[in-house]
């Protein structure tokens, strides 16, 4: 099965400084998924990623797919208390569309 | 608009109780899913729906049933509760790429 790796497992950030969060997988992705989740909360979409060397930006966030689509970044600038919650990577097996794999999550804090 | 509504909120079952957990889509939506939720693990796939009238297994499938009764509704049953099936139970559902979430079950087996 496809596992996917998330780096680091929690970050404590100051408001206005920048982070990123990393997710690896052992095989290649076809379909990276970016989810946001508040504590007691359901998950939230962030992004999509498909094709290697792909990037998307929304508001202060930016995610990347490398281009041998076996890493992904998501990248927050400028954190705000806004940001803070779990964020989750999740891959598309190869086999089954809309079936998702995800990370064990990275949980961040920010602090004034 | 409610988008993916789920009950309820908090469930204690003692082991060996049986129990439904109910969800429910307004988007009109093929695909629907469950999902359980565990500290350091993630969410895992449980079951998932593509269309009306089917359903498949995802990663943890054992101690699990599920009804896809309508396009609407997807249920997920407990059939004989276990203290490992203490989690966060989520359901989604989704048309293409995005699945949307709903504000998940706590249940605690005791």
């Known amino acids: 099965s496809q596992e996917l790796e998330q780096s680091p497992q929690s970050l404590i950030v100051q408001e206005g400084k920048n982070l990123t969060i990393n997710c690896t997988s052992s095989k290649t992705l076809y379909g990276l998924y970016w989810y946001k989740q508040k504590y007691g909360e359901g998950l939230i979409f962030l992004m999509m990623?498909?094709?290697?060397?792909e990037e998307k930006s929304h508001e202060k966030i930016t995610a990347k797919l490398d281009e041998k689509k076996q890493q992904s970044s998501l990248h927050i600038t400028a954190s705000q208390p806004s940001h803070a919650g779990i964020y989750l990577c999740g891959a598309e097996k190869t086999d089954s569309w809309g079936k998702l794999q995800f990370g064990a999550g990275t949980q961040v804090v920010v602090t004034p | 608009n409610a988008g993916v509504t789920q009950t309820p909120k908090f469930q204690v079952l003692k082991t060996g109780q049986s129990m439904t957990l109910q969800c429910a889509q307004d988007m009109n939506h093929n695909s629907m899913y469950w999902y359980r939720q565990d500290p350091g693990m993630g969410l895992r796939l449980i079951y998932y729906s593509a269309s009306e009238g089917t359903t498949d297994k995802g990663e943890v499938p054992n101690g699990y049933n599920v009804s896809r009764l309508n396009k609407r509704e997807f249920s997920l049953r407990l059939e004989s509760a276990a203290p490992s099936q203490t989690s966060v139970y989520f359901c989604?559902?989704?048309?293409?790429?995005?699945?949307?979430f709903g504000p998940g079950t706590r249940l605690t087996v005791t």
């Open positions: 989604a559902s989704s048309e293409r790429y995005e699945q949307y």
């Open positions: 990623l498909q094709k290697g060397g």
